[in-house]
């Protein structure tokens, strides 16, 4: 954009003529008052921030009256608003270096109530152009000679007493370097930092990013082909399938080009009927966690998992660099071959089949730290961009070396504002960790109670820990699962929000393992008072969510053993 400014003109300026002869006079302006300069090949705009991209920068407004806006503009990313009022014709002054005996063009783009653009001090001449009101942007042009001694000028906008505001644009005080130089050409902008994911619907995905410094306008890219611009640092793309990813990038625009793209970002939109891609829990629920690695378990696929499991736990997300975020990474390799495809789409179908199949974040070696507000936003921008690329239907938070219960909450909490009411929270601590609630994992549990799922706890490879009565019980046993979970149940969890976590055989855990028969005569014990030990809550939870196991793979080893007998039960809950 270009500018050209002017000096004041007082209150006993002529006012215009009203009225027909409005464009002949205007018309008439153009010669009276100045002779129109004829710029030269070497010539310089030596106006500053002539397009008002840096904001007033370099410009003076009278009473505060002026202020850039973005819209409308004549060119880049902003124009000068100034609006007269009382006394004040909202004149914006600035002073420019020019040299002795020189011809300058003086030019400028306006819209809105009156507008006048001029100069003085110019050892001449003193000159200036107007318009009347104008719907579209209209060029005013003049010129004018320095005088011999003459090394600056004042150039100057100004709208009318008692009219509109008045917009100007691409101001230009074109002619000889007066050794002020000229605003330095653009450069081709970075690429844009930060795109991410917003409001999703069945047919629209909403984008932000960083703003970049020097850039007028952005383009967004779907599948590298470009379907949007923006002026801003959003934009919504239109006209999607429901429930399908796409991949998104954005550039940053100006007058010298367009930038390399951003980083891509996969989106989903939701499904047809919106909200999150998954069906609900039922009431009573079996948790299994599928394992993203052979250890010596059998290798499965999803399709694998028998549907005695009605969520599907994905282990595990992987800690990225940037604190706070996690990605996945499918182990084809370790898979036999599994592909990323295939995995997709078994997870559409174990969904169509009723299930939730979730991404579990932490694990024994997991690393992710969520201890700020920053992290908070990486983890929940992160975890949804899995859900967006994948499908989950939601989060299970398995992080066994530590966890800030304030902005885990807060991480969740953004999470789900994100993916709606349709996502599945689920939790896996150990032992001590719900121990009492001031501990961090019961204090985030009770935090989210409104949009949790359900706290699978570990009942394994744990030492004696204290039930509910004030005894010490140790694992292995039905009175160890029953007076843990009391702790849990009185603490301020809903029986529906507590499930009983325990391994699938021997070799899914160092210790604590349990035959189904205990694992069901527990929850009997809970659910109804019957098959327990020698503790007996003082009263029964008959909606008792279920139980859990680690893992599907480990079952399958025994062939299935566990689920094929504490499943039936856990639906069989009244």
């Not at 008045?166 to 002020?180: E, K, M, Q, R």
């Not at 939109?269 to 999150?276: H, I, K, L, R, V």
């Not at 969904?351 to 932490?362: E, H, P, Y």
């Not at 702790?487 to 499930?499: R, Y």
């Amino acid at each position: 954009m270009e500018r050209s400014p002017g000096t004041r003109h007082g209150r006993g300026h002529t006012r215009p003529l009203l009225g027909a002869g409005m464009a002949v006079v205007a018309a008439g302006a153009l010669t009276v008052t100045g002779l129109v300069g004829t710029a030269q090949a070497a010539d310089v705009n030596v106006a500053k921030n002539a397009g008002f991209e840096s904001g007033l920068a370099n410009w003076t407004c009278s009473g505060g009256s002026g202020t850039t806006v973005s819209s409308p503009v004549h060119g880049g990313a902003a124009a000068l608003k100034a609006t007269p009022a009382g006394q004040d014709n909202a004149q914006c002054t600035q002073t420019v270096a020019v040299k002795p005996n020189s011809t300058y063009a003086l030019s400028g783009w306006v819209q809105g109530g009156y507008a006048y653009i001029g100069v003085t001090g110019t050892g001449t001449t003193d000159v200036s152009t107007w318009s009347p009101d104008s719907s579209s942007w209209t060029k005013l042009s003049t010129g004018f000679t320095t005088g011999p001694s003459t090394t600056s000028v004042t150039v100057y906008l100004h709208g009318w007493y008692g009219q509109a505001a008045y917009l100007a644009d691409d101001i230009s005080v074109t002619g000889p370097d007066g050794g002020g130089g000229t605003d330095p050409a653009p450069t081709i902008p970075a690429a844009p930092a930060g795109l991410t994911v917003g409001t999703t619907t069945s047919s629209s995905i909403a984008l932000s990013w960083n703003a970049v410094s020097g850039a007028t306008g952005y383009s967004v890219y779907k599948g590298g082909t470009k379907v949007t611009t923006s002026t801003g640092t959003s934009a919504t793309v239109t006209g999607l399938a429901a429930d399908t990813a796409y991949q998104f990038a954005v550039t940053a625009t100006n007058a010298a080009g367009e930038s390399v793209k951003s980083s891509t970002i996969s989106g989903r939109t939701a499904t047809s009927g919106g909200g999150n891609p998954g069906t609900s829990v039922p009431k009573h629920a079996v948790t299994g966690y599928w394992q993203n690695f052979n250890n010596g378990a059998t290798v499965q696929k999803l399709s694998d998992v028998p549907a005695n499991y009605d969520i599907v736990a994905v282990s595990f997300a992987d800690a990225t660099t940037t604190p706070g975020a996690v990605t996945f990474n499918l182990d084809t390799a370790g898979l036999n071959g599994y592909t990323v495809d295939q995995f997709k789409a078994d997870i559409k179908a174990k969904q169509a089949a009723g299930k939730n199949v979730i991404i579990s974040v932490g694990g024994e070696k997991g690393s992710v730290s969520v201890n700020s507000d920053a992290s908070a936003t990486n983890f929940a921008d992160s975890v949804y961009a899995l859900i967006q690329e994948y499908g989950f239907n939601g989060v299970d938070i398995d992080l066994e070396n530590g966890l800030n219960s304030t902005y885990m909450t807060k991480a969740l909490r953004s999470l789900s504002q994100k993916a709606g009411s349709g996502l599945v929270i689920t939790m896996a601590p150990q032992t001590i960790d719900m121990q009492s609630t001031s501990g961090e994992y019961f204090k985030t549990a009770l935090g989210v109670k409104d949009i949790l799922t359900v706290v699978n706890m570990q009942y394994y490879n744990s030492g004696s820990m204290l039930g509910c009565d004030g005894k010490v019980y140790s694992q292995g046993s039905v009175d160890f699962l029953t007076a843990l979970a009391c702790i849990q149940l009185e603490g301020g969890l809903d029986p529906s929000q507590v499930g009983l976590g325990v391994p699938a055989s021997t070799s899914g855990a160092g210790s604590g393992y349990v035959s189904p028969s205990i694992v069901n005569a527990a929850l009997d014990c809970l659910a109804s008072g019957t098959n327990c030990g020698t503790f007996k809550p003082a009263k029964t939870y008959p909606g008792i969510r279920g139980a859990m196991t680690w893992s599907t793979n480990w079952d399958a080893k025994s062939g299935n053993a566990w689920s094929n007998a504490v499943a039936p039960h856990v639906h069989g809950l009244p």
